[in-house]
Nanobody, 118 residues
Framework: QVQLMESGGGSVQAGGSLRLSCAASGHTSCAYEMSWYRQAPGKDREFVSFIASDGLTTYAHSVKGRFTISQDKAKNTVYLQMNSLKAQDTGMYYC????????????WGQGTQVTVSS
C-alpha cells in the first residue's frame, strides 16, 4: 500500500510561483514513476507532467517552459515548481503513481488546491 500526500498549494496572483510537493509513504514491491495531474472546476482531470525513474520528464503543452517536475528519491518526494502562473492554471493538483510494470496498483493523492487570480 502506498500513500501520497500533496502540499504547497495556495492562492497567488498571476505571474507568481508555487512549489508543490508529493510525499510517498508505505510499502510495496512495485516500482513507480510519478505524474502530476490537475482538475479545474467543471472540467475533466488532465495530465500536467511526468517524471521517470531515470529523470526523463514530459509536460503538457500548456505548462511547458513554466513548470518543472523533479524528484528526491532519498525523501520519496516529487516536486512541481510552477512559475509564471496563469488564471487557467487554477485547479486541484494531484500526484499519481505510474507503475513500471503491469499488475501494480495506481495510487492518487488527495490533492492540493491552486488558485491563481488575474
Amino acid at each position: 500500500q502506498v500513500q501520497l500526500m500533496e502540499s504547497g498549494g495556495g492562492s497567488v496572483q498571476a505571474g507568481g510561483s508555487l512549489r508543490l510537493s508529493c510525499a510517498a509513504s508505505g510499502h510495496t514491491s512495485c516500482a513507480y514513476e510519478m505524474s502530476w495531474y490537475r482538475q479545474a472546476p467543471g472540467k475533466d482531470r488532465e495530465f500536467v507532467s511526468f517524471i521517470a525513474s531515470d529523470g526523463l520528464t514530459t509536460y503538457a503543452h500548456s505548462v511547458k517552459g513554466r513548470f518543472t517536475i523533479s524528484q528526491d528519491k532519498a525523501k520519496n518526494t516529487v516536486y512541481l515548481q510552477m512559475n509564471s502562473l496563469k488564471a487557467q492554471d487554477t485547479g486541484m493538483y494531484y500526484c499519481k503513481t505510474d507503475p513500471v510494470l503491469s499488475g501494480c496498483e495506481d495510487y492518487w493523492g488527495q490533492g492540493t488546491q491552486v488558485t491563481v487570480s488575474s
